[in-house]
């Protein structure tokens, strides 16, 4: 409000747009909060300054300026029209006419406008998209993905995120007619977009639809396995676990180890999340069928950090959300907190022990003998079998 009442007062139109109107709407959470105006970004910096409300030049040549009040930070963006588009990125003009902005934005659910007072203004039947859960580009939609064909992506993001039913008809042979686009787009941007569809509520299905119009072989470049992704969201579920993305991103798309390495690459992702890939590989013996000795060698082994993504791995692979056991092996750290070895290469040393590589290996038959014992040998056994060794 104290931003839209600055911009009005000084004899400008200004209007909450896209996200944050369609998330009320639909009783979603709300994050970002942009703002439309038919201020230029000139003027939105003078009249902030004059309202004492600090102002960032975000993004000028797209008619951007992020405005700060209350400590949060609004995007306050002109009114724009496209004047030239790559496939990717527009060259825009800035306008004062609502319906020529509205006009250029993706799908209709996004190209509403609430001023002030609470009154939303539809120019492209929104609203009525909002109420049929209808996820529908803007006029003609082979159109609206020429001007940008990360909109193949956010088709189906959007659809699992708000729609209902089958993807729009129209949108889908629009996307299949402009499947080449989807070389011109990076794997960053592919990447953003296809973790938020994963994570999407309507996932599942959503995804299997990309897999049956072959698209998402295009987009992964790699066999994908919906109904291995299904399994992983039954699973995520019946675990308790919020979802994740690098799981089921592995549950899609890694059939077998090889593809995690060109997965990755192809996505351009992070060492981190590199490094979470699991692929769901089926034959894994980390099942309930395990000994309980055998899960804490195994645990100890790996890691409680890596732990849980391994076992959500093998319950995907070899399991069914339905089968409550695997619960148990998933929360084996909580009940069993991992040990570490009671000896240290100073201990051998002080007990007579030269130092040098004779150590290590040492350390390494004395680890031997306590994961086989279960764990149970304290420091002062370990030291005398060191004492029995020829």
Not at 7 to 12: E, R, Y
Not at 45 to 72: F, M
């Amino acid at each position: 409000q104290t931003v839209l009442r600055a911009l009005t007062a000084a004899g400008f139109e200004a209007r909450v747009v896209g996200g944050a109107v369609r998330n009320a709407l639909l009783g979603h959470p709300i994050s970002d909060i942009d703002i439309a105006t038919t201020a230029t970004p000139d003027e939105v910096v003078t009249v902030a300054s004059a309202a004492g409300l600090r102002s960032i030049p975000t993004g000028l040549a797209h008619g951007t300026v992020t405005v700060l009040a209350e400590g949060q930070a609004f995007e306050v963006t002109t009114l724009r029209a496209d004047v030239e588009t790559d496939g990717r990125h527009a060259r825009v003009a800035f306008s004062r006419d609502w319906s020529t902005d509205a006009s250029r934005r993706d799908f209709t659910i996004n190209a509403l406008y609430c001023s002030a007072d609470g009154t939303v203004h539809d120019l492209v039947g929104g609203l009525a998209d909002i109420a049929a859960r209808r996820v529908r580009f803007i006029g003609d939609a082979g159109a609206r993905i020429r001007e940008d064909y990360l909109r193949i992506l956010r088709l189906f993001r959007f659809h699992a995120a708000y729609g209902t039913g089958p993807v729009d008809r129209a949108g889908l042979a629009a996307a299949i007619d402009g499947r080449d686009g989807l070389e011109r787009l990076s794997g960053e941007r592919i990447a953003a977009e296809m973790r938020k569809l994963l994570l999407a509520p309507d996932a599942g299905p959503v995804v299997r639809e990309m897999s049956e119009t072959g698209l998402l072989t295009l987009i992964l470049r790699v066999v994908p396995r919906p109904s291995v992704l299904e399994t992983a969201i039954a699973v995520e579920a019946a675990a308790g676990l919020s979802g994740d993305a690098m799981l089921r991103l592995s549950a899609l798309a890694l059939g077998v180890e090889e593809d995690a390495e060109l997965l990755s690459n192809r996505l351009k992702l992070s060492t981190e999340e590199s490094a979470q890939l699991m692929p769901i590989v089926y034959g894994s013996d980390l099942t309930p069928a395990l000994p309980a000795a055998d899960r804490r060698r195994r645990l100890y082994r790996i890691g409680v950090a890596r732990w849980q993504r391994a076992v959500l791995s093998s319950w995907i692979a070899n399991g069914s959300a339905a089968d409550r056991s695997w619960i148990d092996l998933l929360r084996l750290p909580d009940s069993w907190p991992v040990p570490r070895l009671p000896v240290r290469g100073a201990d051998l040393i002080a007990a007579g022990m030269p130092a040098g590589p004779q150590v290590g290996a040492a350390l390494a038959r004395l680890e031997a003998y306590w994961l086989a014992e279960d764990f149970k040998p304290d420091r002062d056994a370990l030291l005398a079998r060191l004492g029995d060794e020829p």
